[in-house]
C-alpha cells in the first residue's frame, strides 16, 4: 500500500513536471512581449516556485535550468554577440541556481509554515536569478556593459547595471512572484483538498 501511494506521488509529481516545464517555456516566450528596458520580465519564476512547493527541489531545479535553456533562444542575443560562453555559463547557472534555491529554502521552512515557505521561495528565486545575472555581467561583460551605460548617460557601469540592466526588472518579477506564487500554491492546495 505504501509503495503505491509513493508510486503515485512521483507519476503525479511528474505528470506536474511536465505541465509546469511547458508553462515556463511558453511564459518565457511569450515574456519577450513584456518588457522593462533592454530584458523582458521572467515571470517563469513563479512556476518554477510552485515547482518547489509542490513538486520539490529536483523539480524546481530542472524548472530553473529549462528557463535557462529557454532564455539562451529567446533574449540571450545582445550577450551572445559579445560572449558565447560568458552567455551560455551565465544564462544557465542564473536559471538553475534560482530554482534550486527556491526548492531548498522552500524545503527548509515547509514543516514551520507552509504560505511562508512558499513566500520565502518566491523572494529568493528572482534575488538568486538577479544576483547571478549581476555577477555574470561584473564576470563576462564588464567593458560592454560599461559601453552600454555610458551611451545611455549613466555615470558607471554599477550605476547602469543596478538602475537600468536589473532594477526595474527586477522589482517587478520579485512583486509578481511576492503576490502570485503564494495565492496559486493557496489554491491548488484548496483545489488538492476537494
Do not use: H
Amino acid at each position: 500500500m505504501q509503495a503505491t501511494n509513493k508510486r503515485q506521488t512521483a507519476v503525479q509529481n511528474l505528470a506536474l513536471g511536465a505541465v509546469l516545464t511547458a508553462l515556463v517555456v511558453v511564459l518565457q516566450c511569450m515574456g519577450q512581449f513584456i518588457r522593462f528596458g533592454m530584458f523582458s520580465i521572467s515571470l517563469v519564476l513563479i512556476p518554477i516556485v510552485l515547482g518547489a512547493a509542490l513538486c520539490g527541489t529536483k523539480i524546481s531545479t530542472w524548472l530553473g535550468f529549462i528557463f535557462g535553456v529557454v532564455v539562451l533562444f529567446t533574449d540571450a542575443g545582445a550577450f551572445l554577440a559579445v560572449s558565447v560562453p560568458g552567455t551560455i555559463i551565465t544564462v544557465l547557472v542564473k536559471g538553475t541556481a534560482c530554482g534550486l534555491a527556491a526548492g531548498v529554502v522552500y524545503k527548509l521552512l515547509e514543516s514551520k509554515n507552509r504560505i511562508l515557505a512558499v513566500f520565502a521561495a518566491a523572494v529568493v528565486c528572482p534575488i538568486v536569478n538577479t544576483g547571478i545575472f549581476l555577477i555574470g555581467c561584473v564576470l563576462f561583460f564588464y567593458e560592454t556593459v560599461e559601453g552600454w551605460g555610458l551611451a545611455l548617460g549613466f555615470e558607471n557601469a554599477a550605476s547602469y547595471m543596478f538602475l537600468g540592466l536589473a532594477g526595474g526588472n527586477f522589482l517587478v518579477e520579485m512583486a509578481a512572484n511576492m503576490v502570485l506564487s503564494p495565492a496559486v500554491v493557496r489554491l491548488l492546495s484548496i483545489f488538492k483538498r476537494k
